[in-house]
Nanobody, 122 residues
Framework: QVQLVESGGRLVQAGDSLRLSCVSS????????VGWFRQAPGQEREFVAS????????YYADSVKGRFTISRDNAKNTVYLQMNSLKPEDTAVYYC???????????????WGQGTQVTVSS
């Protein structure tokens, strides 16, 4: 069973960059599609980015396209979210997830991390 642990979240200023990491304890991590989601206070969890397990196709929410990059290092069982040009509206708890398909629906992911807080001040 895959388990996920996120890290890297912290307080930054608008315009800064930040890289989140998500480490998996499972040996079959490379077989999973992975996704990053975020949830701001009082709001539903929303899709940020995803990466397929096979050919490495990537998908992004319109709100982060061109600013965020998802990547993975299967040798390290780790998926990353590089976030550039951060905005106050990017403030949220960020979660990584693993599933069969790199889709935007939260229900399609089987395993979730505990989340890491990203706060962007203006």
């Amino acid at each position: 069973q895959v388990q996920l642990v996120e890290s890297g979240g912290r307080l930054v200023q608008a315009g800064d960059s930040l890289r989140l990491s998500c480490v998996s304890s499972g040996r079959t991590f490379s077989m999973y599609a992975v996704g990053w989601f975020r949830q701001a206070p009082g709001q539903e969890r929303e899709f940020v980015a995803s990466l397929s397990s096979n050919i490495g196709s990537t998908y992004y929410a319109d709100s982060v396209k061109g600013r965020f990059t998802i990547s993975r290092d299967n040798a390290k069982n780790t998926v990353y979210l590089q976030m550039n040009s951060l905005k106050p509206e990017d403030t949220a708890v960020y979660y990584c997830a693993a599933g069969r398909y790199a889709v935007a629906r939260t229900t399609q992911y089987d395993v979730w991390g505990q989340g890491t807080q990203v706060t962007v001040s203006s």
